[in-house]
Every structure is written in structure tokens, then in C-alpha cells.
């Protein structure tokens, strides 16, 4: 029996077939280079995006992969399926009259990617790139269809494993902060989690101003 799709929908098939190109990238930018550690360790980490057995109930609940990565001292979460590609930082365009985390955009083989720098999305000081610092694709909802976004993180460190109930739910930090984005907080080995629903770190507004320089 046939199910209906919301136009832009991407499948769980496509975004799996999108990280395998990622990861042929990522191999052959490893090769080609000078063997530089924080190369072989992104290529590690999409290496095991790769081998990820991906199944029914982990897309449907909280549980599941996740791509962990840094920022200032605090550890954060992505879901695996919302990423597409992780890159070491290159030229970045900037575009006037967009909101101060907005950088700019890139060109990715020949796709005008958006560039956000979550530190500053989320408050945080801003600091100067070094040659840890990746540039995330992420793939999010937008207002009629999906589309990708380019999220600077201080380093990536790994892909987590995470059940159901290793997940607490947010605390509550009153009204006037706004943490629908965060899925919850997840308790591991290295200490807690914060797990990011990616496509609402942005408000309606920014999304727009997305949307019309993608």
C-alpha cells in the first residue's frame, strides 16, 4: 500500500546515498593530502557513518546515531541522517545585511552552500578558525523543501550510539529562553550531550534569509 510524501521530502534511502558520496569525498581528500591528522580523524568519523545499520525505530524516537561535536567547553549531537558532508573550513563569501552568525556562503562543487557559525548562533564568543574546526552540511527543512546548510563547529570528535534512555528531556529554563531546538540532553561515558534538533536552531526569519541566498 502506497504513502503519501510531503513535497521536498527526502527519503531515508536518499539521505544514506548522499553520505556514501560524502564519504568517497572524504577518501579521496584524505589521499590526497599530506596526512594530516585532523584529515585522517574527519575521515575516521565518516568512515563509520558508513557502517551505521540504520533502522526503523531509531528514526522514529530519539534514540540513535549521532555526530558529536564541540563547541567552546560544551559537547553537542546531530542526528547521522541530517548530515551530509564534513569539511575542513575554505573561503567563505559573505553576504552583506544578514544576521552577524550568518558568514557567508561557499561554493560546493558548484552548489551555493549557506554558512553558519553556531558558536555565534548560540551566544557564544567568537574565536579565530584553526585547523580543527570543520564546516558540518547538514540538511534541513525549509519552508517548502529541504535544503543545506553549512554549521562551523569548533572540532568533531565522533559517532555516538545513543538509546532511548540514555536521553533526559530539556530542563526548563524558563520562558524567555527559547530551547526547542534541543532534543534533550544525553548521558554517556564522556559526560552529557546536548542533542540539537537541527532544523529548529533557526527561527521562520532566518530560515527565509537562508532560503533566498541558497
Do not use: W
Amino acid at each position: 500500500m502506497g504513502s503519501s510524501k510531503n513535497p521536498g521530502t527526502v527519503t531515508k534511502k536518499q539521505r544514506i546515498a548522499g553520505m556514501k558520496v560524502a564519504i568517497t569525498i572524504m577518501k579521496h581528500f584524505y589521499l590526497c593530502s599530506k596526512f594530516n591528522n585532523e584529515v585522517k580523524r574527519m575521515a575516521e568519523i565518516v568512515e563509520a557513518m558508513d557502517n551505521i545499520d540504520v533502522k526503523v525505530e531509531d528514526v522514529v524516537s530519539r534514540g540513535g546515531k549521532y555526530l558529536a561535536f564541540a563547541l567552546a567547553n560544551e559537547e553537542y549531537g546531530v542526528d547521522i541522517l541530517k548530515i551530509k558532508e564534513i569539511i575542513g573550513m575554505m573561503p567563505i563569501t559573505s553576504v552583506p545585511q544578514t544576521p552577524v552568525f550568518l558568514k557567508g556562503v561557499i561554493n560546493l562543487r558548484g552548489k551555493v552552500i549557506p554558512i553558519v557559525d553556531l558558536r555565534l548562533k548560540f551566544g557564544m564568543q567568537s574565536i579565530d578558525y584553526t585547523d580543527r574546526t570543520c564546516i558540518v552540511v547538514v540538511e534541513i527543512a525549509g519552508q517548502e523543501e529541504n535544503l543545506l546548510m553549512g554549521s562551523i563547529v569548533d572540532t568533531v570528535s565522533e559517532v555516538l550510539n545513543i538509546k532511548e534512555e540514555e536521553i533526559e528531556d530539556t530542563p526548563g529554563f524558563g520562558s524567555k529562553l527559547k530551547t526547542d531546538y534541543i532534543l534533550g540532553m544525553a548521558k554517556t561515558k564522556e559526560g552529557v550531550k546536548i542533542l540539537l534538533d537541527i532544523d529548529k536552531v533557526l527561527s521562520s526569519d532566518e530560515l527565509i534569509v537562508i532560503e533566498n541566498i541558497s
